[in-house]
C-alpha cells in the first residue's frame, strides 16, 4: 500500500492562515511531512502551535489554505470523507487527558467500543496489547490517580494508538514530566514511529526532545506571524539564517553577547 503512496508527501500543509475573526495567528503556512517522519512544530509561547495542530486535525478550520493527507484535500472534503480520514489519527493532548472515573483499560477500550463492532474478549485483549507496547502492561485495572504522571502519559499514548493510527499528533507530550520520564516518553515515540510505521507531528519547546527525536520541524515567528524557516532542528539551530531561531534552539547561548 505504501508504494503507491510515496510519490506523495504523508501530509502537506499549502498556503495556511489561521485566525480568531480578525485576529490573524500566522498567515501562508507551507510544508510538507515524508510518511515515517517526527515532525515538530516550534516558535515561542503563544505563536500558534496548537492553533496549527488543531487546525491539522480538523478542530478549527482555516481562514485560507488547505490541508492535504496524501495529496488528498482534508480540509477540502465533504464531513462523511473527513471523518474517515481522521480515523488515521491519534491524538494525544497535554493533559493526557484520561477519564479518572475509569481504570486504565476501560479508557483504552472506549475508542474501540465506539469505533469498531469487536466482542468485549476481543477489545480486552486488545487493551492488554497496546498497554504492554506503553509498557503498562498488568496495569489494567489501576485507576489514573493511582500512577505517576509519566505513567497517565503513557496510558493516553495507549489510547491515542488503540485504532492503529499511521499519524500521530502530540500536543507538548512530556510537559510536566521529569526529565527522566520525559527522555523515556521520546524514547517510546520512537518506538511507536518504528513499530507503527507512523508519521509523528509534535507540538513541543523542550529542546532535548526536539533534538532527540525530530527528523524535521517548522519554526512559527510570533512577530512576523509566518513560519520564517524548517527543517532539521540540529540544522537550523547550528545554520539557521535567523537569529532568533539560532537563539531559540541554543537557549540563546549561541549569541554573541557582543561588548
Ligand atoms: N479559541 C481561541 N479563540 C481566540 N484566540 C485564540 C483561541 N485559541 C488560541 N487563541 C490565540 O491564538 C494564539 C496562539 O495560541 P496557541 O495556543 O496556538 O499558541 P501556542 O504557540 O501553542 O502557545 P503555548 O506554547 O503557550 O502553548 C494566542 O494568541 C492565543 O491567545
Redesign the pocket.
Known amino acids: 500500500m505504501a508504494s503507491s503512496e510515496t510519490a506523495e508527501p504523508r501530509i502537506a500543509v499549502d498556503g495556511l492562515t ?1 485566525a ?2 480578525g ?1 490573524v ?2 498567515r501562508d503556512i507551507g510544508f510538507k511531512v515524508p510518511a515515517g517522519d517526527i515532525f515538530v ?1 516550534m ?12 487546525h491539522m486535525i480538523g478542530l ?1 478550520e482555516p481562514a485560507a489554505g488547505d490541508i492535504l493527507y496524501d495529496g488528498k484535500s482534508f480540509t477540502g472534503a465533504p464531513p462523511g470523507e473527513r471523518a474517515v480520514m481522521s480515523r488515521r489519527f491519534g491524538v494525544l493532548f ?1 493533559s493526557g487527558a484520561l477519564w479518572s472515573s475509569m481504570t486504565l483499560a476501560e479508557n483504552v477500550s472506549v475508542p474501540l467500543s465506539q469505533y469498531t463492532d469487536l466482542k468485549p474478549a476481543e477489545i480486552a485483549e486488545l487493551v492488554s496489547l497496546k498497554l504492554a507496547l506503553v509498557g503498562l502492561g498488568g496495569f489494567e485495572d489501576f485507576y489514573p490517580s493511582e500512577i505517576s504522571g509519566g505513567m497517565r502519559k503513557r496510558a493516553g499514548l495507549a489510547r491515542a494508538i488503540a485504532l492503529d493510527p499511521d499519524i500521530l499528533f502530540f ?2 507530550p512530556s510537559a510536566g514530566l521529569d526529565p527522566l520520564s520525559s527522555r523515556r516518553l521520546d524514547d517510546l515515540i520512537l518506538e511507536l514511529r518504528d513499530s507503527l510505521g507512523a508519521t509523528v507531528v509534535i ?1 513541543s ?1 523542550e529542546l532535548a526532545s526536539i533534538f532527540a527525536i525530530a527528523d524535521n520541524s517548522v519554526f ?1 515567528d ?1 512577530e512576523s506571524r509566518t513560519a520564517i524557516d524548517g527543517g532539521d532542528p540540529k540544522e537550523l539551530r547550528d545554520h539557521s539564517p535567523h537569529a532568533g531561531v539560532r537563539d531559540f534552539l541554543s537557549r540563546g547561548e549561541g549569541r554573541n553577547p557582543g561588548p
Do not use: N, P, Y
Not at 43 to 54: D, E, F, M, Q, R
Open positions: 489561521m480568531f475573526g485576529f495567528v500566522q512544530i516558535g515561542a509561547s503563544g505563536c500558534g502551535k496548537s492553533t496549527l495542530l488543531k478549527i497535554q500536543d507538548e507540538v519547546h512559527l510570533a
